[in-house]
Nanobody
């Protein structure tokens, strides 16, 4: 069974950092690009970045500088490192997987083949 499971969410104060994990099961991370998305209440899914199988990363313009991604193929897990968080970063964060490299549609939720269930991140003082 193909599955992506996000973890690492929680509550953090403004200016803080969090690292989210995306664990794959039923398929091998080595062959997949991983996209990260977020969805705030009442809003559409917003693309954060996409990391291809070779480790190259494409970012949404608004996410550059504070968000980075990495992948550990041995652990079949991808990561999203988030720094200098603000209350506007409060959302449910999702990972998604696709067999193609991060292409023109890397910020499009529907482009991906598989999606996780999300993990809540709350930034508040």
């Amino acid at each position: 069974q193909v599955q992506l499971v996000e973890s690492g969410g929680g509550s953090v104060q403004p200016g803080g950092s969090l690292t989210l994990s995306c664990k794959l099961s039923g398929f091998t991370l080595h062959y997949y690009a991983i996209g990260w998305f977020r969805q705030a209440p009442g809003k559409e899914h917003e693309g954060v970045l996409c990391i291809s199988a070779d480790g190259s990363t494409k970012y949404a313009d608004s996410m550059k500088g504070r968000f980075t991604s990495s992948r550990d193929n041995d652990k079949n897990t991808a990561y999203l490192q988030m720094n200098s968080l603000t209350p506007e970063d409060t959302a449910v964060y999702y990972c998604a997987a696709d067999t193609d490299p991060c292409g023109s549609y890397y910020l499009e939720w529907e482009w991906y083949d598989y999606w996780g269930q999300g993990t809540q991140v709350t930034v508040s003082s």
